[in-house]
């Protein structure tokens, strides 16, 4: 009987996705994969599941209200995240992976009722989950950049004693700079070409939104409008030097933790092989008085 409830249930669940699918108009998987693998900046391949719960978001983003500002913030950090997603479609995302593990509850109710709340619970883990991945992303990627920019700053603080030229000194810059900071770069470079030399830096600002990063474009801002810079870039590369210092040491102190239990180890071999001699010469001993 038990058997019978559970087939019942897969066929029922099959059979109302493909309804659904046919009253909804969501494109085939292949179809699906396509058009994520076209817009998707990684590499590999898109999930099946991830193309069904894409084509679904697409369709609920529709009618997902948000308010102006929430989504004006969401939309500036999936573009600094380099997500490719509208901020409906992003919450809608998360809302159907959700829900897709909610669903789940309605057939543990009737074969085993003691697992709905951990399946509830897990539902409502993705949606959070979900929801803070561009923020984690973004905090990534301005950890990667920001590690860049003592150097960054050196730099400056050494180009400015030979010119002026802003764009020039970020030209020579990008062609040494990591991959994430050469793709800011990129753009902000790309920016500066087409529009104002301040504005695109403001936008530069905006865009990473690092504390760090702030002072490097006032700095050059003022250096755009005429003033002579050189000291304050100096003052700023020695700033800079000491949260990177600081960096430095708070990475090392997570690592001592790690080499105790090593160190812990090698101990116990140490202490076994000394018992082991001991007992071995002992024994021996034994051996000869008897």
Known sequence: MMILIVLFGLLFAVGLFFILAEVFKLPRLATGKAMISAVSQNKGKAKNLDVLIGSLSVKLAKHLPMDEYKKSRMKNTLKAAGMNQSPEEFMAFAL??????????????????????????????????????????????????????????????????????????????????????????????????????????????????????????????????????????????????????????AQAMKIPPKIRVFSFIMLMCFLMTYMAIIVYEILRSLGGMF
């Not at 803070?132 to 950049?145: F, N, T, V």
């Open 96 to 249: 159907v992976k959700a829900l897709l593990v909610a669903i789940g509850v309605i057939p543990c109710l009737l074969v085993l009722p003691l697992l709905a709340p951990v399946l509830m619970f897990l539902a409502v883990m993705i949606y959070f989950k979900e929801i803070k991945k561009a923020d984690e992303k973004l905090s990534a990627k301005r950890e990667k950049i920001e590690s860049e920019l003592p150097r960054f700053v050196a730099t400056i603080t050494q180009e400015l004693k030979a010119s002026r030229d802003v764009l020039g000194i970020l030209e020579n810059f990008k062609k040494n700079a990591g991959e994430e900071f050469g793709n800011e770069l990129d753009v902000l470079t790309a920016d500066m070409r087409s529009s104002s030399y301040e504005a695109a830096l403001t936008r530069f600002e905006a865009r990473i939104n690092s504390p760090m990063l702030s002072d490097i474009t006032r700095g050059l801002i003022g250096v755009l409008r005429g003033d002579e810079g050189g000291v304050y870039f100096q003052m700023l590369a020695h700033d800079m030097k000491q949260l990177e210092l600081q960096r430095l040491k």
